[in-house]
């Protein structure tokens, strides 16, 4: 089944103690995104991927990482979090057509974190 | 910069009347327009897609949506609501120009709520 995964499903954790949220697509997808969800703000782009070895800051990027070793893993690191990072967040995939025009985007199921 | 608006933070209806769910953008260039739906606790879905194809756009679940220049409108329509409609629906357009056009700008959001 095509499918997002995302881990873990639900997070909570204190200020300071770094944590990783992995994602991974099996549809061989080389767009990769991650957004965040709060409440009356709707979605935001924290950090994207083009491919491989290729990131980019979304519209929230601070106190956040990425990386993109390899095509279907991106993984969210919060090296000191802090309780304004507590929030509902989504990995999506998707595969540029090359002409600039939009494919659909998958999204994982989201990992509501909590940091106290 | 390009930006949409959703008009209406909640909207409730009674089960088989119909649905009307509105969203303006702003957009420099001729937009890709979507919808997705968010059910609760669950990830996003994409209902229909606005690509300068056809301007009347029809997704799944009895959905559809029309593109209006004039009025830089995308308003969101089924004509009798179900139960089942009851969700978070989000107006959503791309740009061109990042990420290969795979960049996504969210509204804020629409509360559907349907009613016996």
């Known amino acids: 089944e095509a499918q997002v995964t995302q881990n873990p499903r639900y997070l909570i954790t204190v200020t300071g103690k770094k944590l990783t949220v992995t994602c991974s697509q099996n549809?061989?997808?080389?767009?990769m995104s991650w957004y965040r969800q709060d409440p009356g703000l709707g979605l935001r782009q924290i950090y994207y991927?083009?491919?491989?070895?290729?990131?980019d800051k979304g519209d929230v990027p601070e106190g956040y990482k990425v990386s993109r070793k390899e095509k279907r893993n991106f993984p969210l690191i919060l090296e000191s979090p802090s309780p304004n990072q507590t929030s509902l967040y989504f990995c999506?995939?998707?595969?540029?057509?090359?002409?600039?025009?939009?494919?659909?985007?998958?999204f994982g199921p989201g990992t509501r974190l909590t940091v106290l | 910069a390009q930006s949409v608006t959703q008009l209406d933070s909640h909207v409730s209806v009674s089960e088989g009347t119909p649905v009307l769910l509105r969203c303006n953008y702003s957009?420099?260039?001729?937009?890709?327009l979507f919808w997705y739906v968010q059910h609760p606790n669950k990830g996003l879905q994409l209902l229909l897609k606005?690509?300068?194809?056809?301007?009347l756009v029809k997704g799944i679940n009895g959905f559809e949506a029309e593109f209006k220049k004039s009025e830089t409108s995308f308003h969101l329509t089924k004509p009798s609501a179900h139960m089942s409609d009851a969700a978070e629906y989000f107006c959503?357009?791309?740009?061109?120009?990042?990420?290969?056009?795979?960049?996504?700008?969210f509204g804020t959001g629409t509360q559907l709520k349907v009613e016996l």
């Open positions: 957009s420099s260039y001729s937009p890709s």
């Open positions: 549809m061989n997808h080389e767009y």
């Open positions: 991927s083009m491919n491989v070895e290729v990131t």
């Open positions: 606005y690509t300068s194809a056809a301007t």
């Open positions: 959503v357009v791309s740009d061109p120009f990042t990420g290969g056009g795979n960049k996504l700008t």
């Open positions: 999506a995939s998707s595969s540029p057509d090359g002409r600039r025009s939009y494919n659909e985007q998958f």
